[in-house]
């Protein structure tokens, strides 16, 4: 029984881990289409691209001030287990700068392009659904998106919804008031919102209950209701 416990937790984290990387992954090559980025990280993207700075770090320094923010409006209900979204973020830029450095590629034709921010939003997804599913430490935007939703009792969706609709905004602002254009926002960012969603219900309804299966939270979930009924 033990050992089949540890075998659960292996393949959890291991599949969380492989998903951090493929999302890494992703949201690299999705900066490369030229078609605009996703909507969290158009902040940062566009913060590097104005100032010239490193993209990895502002990543960094933005899903830091999201964890923060979570902080805040949580209030009484945080859960200090969520400041490892911080040393999250840290890891996450490093692979981001890593695959940056790797894919140096720039298409000029806009069906390479297209096609680029397909294959992104493919990969997106499929990191994002992994590292989600695992419900180990969650990705900051994500974090802050489900902070928001509980605190307007709208769930996660809205509060997706709502965090990607800040992030364009702010974005837009930032670009406005530093270049005199927008800075990011393309029509790939809205390809990617509508995307990437339906990317990983497709890829959960695929392989979601193996991976659960796999990784024990089909029994995880079970000691979850139950100590809610209790």
């Given at each position: 029984m033990?050992?089949?416990?540890n075998?659960?937790?292996?393949y959890?984290?291991l599949?969380?881990?492989?998903?951090?990387v493929?999302?890494?992954?992703g949201?690299?090559?999705?900066?490369?289409?030229?078609?605009?980025?996703?909507p969290i990280?158009?902040?940062?993207?566009s913060i590097?691209s104005?100032?010239?700075?490193n993209?990895?770090?502002?990543?960094f320094?933005v899903y830091?001030m999201?964890?923060?923010?979570?902080?805040?409006?949580?209030?009484?209900?945080?859960q200090?287990?969520d400041?490892?979204q911080?040393?999250f973020?840290?890891?996450?830029?490093?692979?981001?700068?890593f695959?940056?450095?790797?894919?140096?590629?720039?298409y000029?034709t806009?069906w390479?392009?297209?096609?680029?921010?397909?294959?992104?939003?493919?990969v997106?997804?499929?990191?994002?659904?992994?590292t989600?599913?695992?419900?180990?430490?969650?990705n900051?935007?994500?974090g802050l998106a489900?902070a928001?939703?509980?605190?307007?009792?709208?769930g996660l969706?809205?509060g997706?919804?709502t965090?990607d609709?800040?992030?364009?905004?702010?974005?837009?602002g930032?670009?406005?008031?530093?270049?005199?254009?927008?800075?990011?926002?393309?029509?790939?960012t809205?390809?990617?919102?509508i995307?990437?969603g339906?990317c990983i219900a497709l890829f959960n309804?695929?392989?979601?209950?193996?991976?659960?299966?796999?990784?024990?939270?089909?029994?995880?979930?079970?000691?979850?209701?139950?100590?809610q009924?209790?």
């Amino acid at each position: 029984m033990e050992n089949s416990k540890n075998n659960c937790w292996f393949y959890r984290i291991l599949i969380y881990s492989i998903g951090l990387v493929v999302l890494s992954i992703g949201i690299t090559l999705n900066t490369k289409s030229g078609l605009g980025v996703s909507p969290i990280i158009s902040i940062p993207f566009s913060i590097s691209s104005i100032f010239n700075l490193n993209f990895a770090t502002m990543t960094f320094v933005v899903y830091t001030m999201f964890v923060i923010i979570q902080f805040i409006i949580k209030g009484k209900n945080r859960q200090w287990i969520d400041i490892l979204q911080i040393p999250f973020s840290l890891l996450f830029s490093v692979l981001i700068n890593f695959f940056n450095g790797i894919f140096q590629f720039n298409y000029t034709t806009l069906w390479q392009n297209l096609l680029l921010l397909l294959v992104a939003i493919i990969v997106t997804s499929i990191g994002a659904a992994m590292t989600v599913n695992m419900k180990l430490v969650p990705n900051p935007a994500d974090g802050l998106a489900q902070a928001v939703g509980d605190l307007l009792n709208k769930g996660l969706g809205f509060g997706k919804n709502t965090i990607d609709l800040f992030s364009v905004a702010t974005t837009c602002g930032i670009g406005l008031l530093f270049t005199g254009n927008v800075v990011a926002i393309v029509l790939g960012t809205l390809i990617a919102m509508i995307g990437v969603g339906r990317c990983i219900a497709l890829f959960n309804f695929v392989f979601k209950k193996k991976m659960d299966e796999v990784s024990g939270l089909v029994n995880y979930e079970v000691e979850v209701e139950v100590a809610q009924t209790n």
